[in-house]
């Protein structure tokens, strides 16, 4: 049996792998198919379910058993649901072993979380740095509000971390289209 950690390493060759052997489309479809659908059902029944209340069982159980020391924050109310991570374990374990087979391991997240929010009736603001920290802030498909300012949910926005400028930012928004990513240097 693989630890959580050793699974990262694979999880990550296994993208490069299908990027390989099927392209990025095969890479997208094995997001979509095995993991939003398939192997984050849980997630998807109470999300799809619950909305917002589902948002919070699933996320405020899962980061605690992945990362109950590493930082992680979460805001909620009844129209938005918003996670800072400020040190991923799965990427973290990535950094500090010199593993790189994919070209961006943190684009698995919004690859299943994505269609899963869509599905759901939610809109998605994210962005990630590539050093294991990211934002997510979901709301309800219509609401028009813009991404919360750096701050605006106190001093644990990862946003706010020294570090989370100090390379190229991979954003994704609702203004964008579905699954397309915008890089800022």
């Not at 813009?146 to 701050?151: Q, T, V, Y």
């Given at each position: 049996m693989l630890g959580s950690y050793d699974f990262c390493g694979h999880y990550e060759w296994t993208f490069a792998w299908l990027q390989r052997a099927g392209g990025e489309a095969a890479v997208r479809d094995y997001w979509l198919q095995a993991i939003s659908i398939d192997s984050q059902r849980h997630a998807r029944e109470l999300i799809l379910q619950q909305g917002v209340d589902g948002m919070k069982r699933y996320w405020g159980h899962?980061?605690?058993?992945?990362?109950?020391?590493?930082?992680?924050?979460?805001?909620?109310?009844?129209?938005l649901f918003r996670i800072d991570i400020q040190e991923c374990p799965s990427k973290g374990f990535?950094?500090?072993?010199?593993?790189?087979?994919?070209?961006?391991?943190?684009?698995?997240?919004?690859?299943?979380?994505?269609?899963?929010?869509?599905?759901?009736?939610?809109?998605?603001d994210h962005e990630h740095n590539h050093r294991g920290q990211c934002w997510w802030e979901f709301r309800?498909?219509?609401?028009?509000?813009?991404?919360?300012?750096?701050?605006?949910f106190g001093a644990d926005d990862v946003?706010?971390?020294?570090?989370?400028?100090?390379?190229?930012?991979?954003?994704?928004s609702r203004a964008n289209s579905p699954g397309a990513k915008e890089t800022v240097p």
């Open positions: 899962t980061l605690q058993e992945e990362s109950p020391d590493l930082g992680f924050t979460i805001h909620a109310t009844d129209s990535l950094l500090r072993n010199g593993l790189q087979q994919y070209r961006d391991y943190c684009d698995h997240c919004i690859g299943w979380i994505g269609p899963l929010m869509k599905d759901a009736g939610f809109v998605v309800r498909k219509g609401d028009a509000s813009l991404p919360s300012p750096p701050g605006a946003r706010l971390r020294a570090q989370w400028n100090s390379g190229s930012i991979d954003r994704f």
